[in-house]
Structures are given as C-alpha cells and as structure tokens.
Nanobody, 123 residues
Framework: QVQLVESGGGLVQAGGSLRLSCAASGRTFSSIAMGWFRQAPGKEREFVAGISRVSITSYTESVKGRFTISRDNAKSTVYLQMNSLKPEDTAIYYC?????????????????WGQGTQVTVSS
C-alpha cells in the first residue's frame, strides 16, 4: 500500500505560479513511479506529468514549458511546479503512484491516488 497526501493548491491569478507537493508513505519511494493528473468540472481526469524511478519526465502537450515535475527521494515527495498558469489549468489535481514496472502515462497505469487538491486560476 502507498498513501499519498497532496498540498499546495489554492487560488492564483493568471500568469502566476503554484507548487504542488505530494508526500508518499508505505513503500520505498525510490521504487515507485509518480505522476500528476487533473480533473476539471464536467471533464475526464487527464494526465498532466509523470516521473519515472530514475527521474525521466513526461508531460501532456498543454503544460510543456510551463510545468515541471520533480522528485526528492530523501523526502519521499514529488512536486509539480506550475508557472504561467492559465484559467484553463483550473482543476482538482491528483497525485498518482505506480508500483508496477513502467511509468505513468494514463490513469490505467496508476495503482494509487491521492485525495486531490484544488487549483483555481482567475482571469
């Protein structure tokens, strides 16, 4: 079992920045792949960014150049630095973990979810 707890969401104006954090427990953090997803009202949950056990990263096209995913294995924490935020980034952001071999690129590859944190970007 892996427990995930997100923090760092909030309200920000367009063009601003936020950093989300996700603290993991229950399994050796360096052995699991991590990711971030988001879900806006009335929409499906979508992949935002992923980071492998060896810190290879991937991003959905709409956030490339604006968002950065990183991990600190010593703190068992994954981060999502979000810059140049847009109103369309407004959503609940979920941390995700995968203990199976491979990386996270879709919800089908996720073994564990966090509870979510709200990000609201005002225009």
């Amino acid at each position: 079992q892996v427990q995930l707890v997100e923090s760092g969401g909030g309200l920000v104006q367009a063009g601003g920045s936020l950093r989300l954090s996700c603290a993991a427990s229950g399994r050796t953090f360096s052995s699991i792949a991590m990711g971030w997803f988001r879900q806006a009202p009335g929409k499906e949950r979508e992949f935002v960014a992923g980071i492998s056990r060896v810190s290879i990263t991937s991003y959905t096209e709409s956030v490339k150049g604006r968002f950065t995913i990183s991990r600190d294995n010593a703190k068992s924490t994954v981060y999502l630095q979000m810059n140049s935020l847009k109103p369309e980034d407004t959503a609940i952001y979920y941390c995700a973990a995968r203990q199976r071999i491979g990386v996270i690129v879709s919800a089908a590859g996720v073994d564990y979810w966090g509870q979510g944190t709200q990000v609201t970007v005002s225009s």
